[in-house]
């Protein structure tokens, strides 16, 4: 696993069925089902691994399930 940028994020996101980014109150979510998850606003950077990882964790995405995109 490897640092991400926010737009990397979004695409592999949707290939795992979420929707949007949509409007949220502090941040952008996008959405599978019921499941809303918050995604970090833009920023200058990627997304770090300690953040991708508490990310697929409350996506309740394996890390087999995304490096296999």
Do not use: Q
Request: a positive charge; hydrophobic letters at 40%; aromatic letters at 2%.
């Amino acid at each position: 696993m490897k640092p991400i940028s926010r737009r990397e994020l979004i695409r592999r996101l949707r290939k795992l069925g979420f929707r949007g980014p949509l409007a949220g109150k502090r941040h952008a979510v996008m959405i599978r089902g019921k499941h809303r998850l918050p995604i970090p606003n833009p920023h200058t950077g990627d997304i770090g691994v300690p953040l991708l990882k508490r990310i697929l964790r409350e996506a309740e995405i394996t890390e087999a399930e995304w490096e296999g995109l």
